[in-house]
């Protein structure tokens, strides 16, 4: 069983789509994370949301908007997808100070 | 800003050895996090230390947090190939009932046979 599992793992669109990305967790933890990792592969936050509430939102566009509909999962809608948006998308959770479970991530190719 | 320095940002040596990655700040973190990344895949946690002056070791690895709580390290003996990887490490730290991480940059490792 996949402790966090995000969908679709590729995701190849045209500038100016709407693409979403689903991710869920079976871990039972109550915080649950969006990051970007770029080429250089630095991780940077996006969103954090911690029993379904909003956390941590760092500066991003707000074409980004996450949605958490229950503690296990958590959403991530992105409208009029640019070039730049091009990256890897890692979701994540975990409880408290325990570090962080990650999804294997979906890359993301805006054409 | 809090910043976790990582170092060094690449390193390639030969089975069999030794090596040792850094991360250094001048923050002090509540907690201090170790993940390894393998590539098409996410980030894997390998190990949290807590205490200043905290050593843990898993298997080949030893990691250990600064008196002060603010730096790490991370060496490994007599690297295998199965060590390559992209090494992390973030420092967490408390805002309000929550905990927030920073990262490192990252530390490529390649171990060539």
């Known amino acids: 069983d996949t402790a966090v599992s995000q969908t679709p793992k590729y995701l190849v669109t045209q500038m100016g789509n709407d693409k979403s990305i689903k991710c869920e967790q079976n871990l039972g933890h109550d915080t649950m994370y969006w990051y970007k990792q770029d080429s250089k592969k630095f991780l940077k936050i996006m969103f954090s949301y911690n029993n379904k509430e909003l956390i941590i939102n760092e500066t991003v566009p707000n074409r980004f908007s996450p949605k958490s509909p229950d503690k296990a999962h958590l959403n991530l809608h992105i409208n009029s997808l640019e070039l730049g948006d091009s990256a890897v998308y890692f979701c994540?959770?975990?409880?408290?100070?325990?570090?962080?479970?990650f999804g294997s991530g979906t890359q993301l190719s805006v054409l | 800003t809090q910043l976790l320095e990582q170092s060094p940002q690449f390193l390639s040596i030969q089975e069999g050895e030794n090596l040792t990655v850094y991360c250094n700040s001048s923050s002090v973190f509540s907690s201090l996090q170790w993940y390894r990344q393998e590539p098409g895949e996410g980030p894997v946690l390998l190990v949290t230390?807590?205490?200043g002056g905290e050593v843990k070791k898993l298997k080949r690895l030893t990691f250990q947090f600064g008196d002060a709580r603010k730096d790490s390290s991370l060496h490994i003996t007599a690297a295998q190939t199965g060590d390559t990887g992209l090494y992390l490490c973030?420092?967490?730290?408390?805002?309000?009932?929550?905990?927030?991480?920073?990262w490192g940059a990252g530390t490529k490792l390649i171990i060539k046979p």
């Open positions: 230390v807590v205490t």
């Open positions: 994540a959770s975990s409880q408290l100070n325990k570090g962080l479970f």
């Open positions: 973030a420092g967490a730290f408390r805002v309000d009932s929550n905990y927030q991480l920073i």
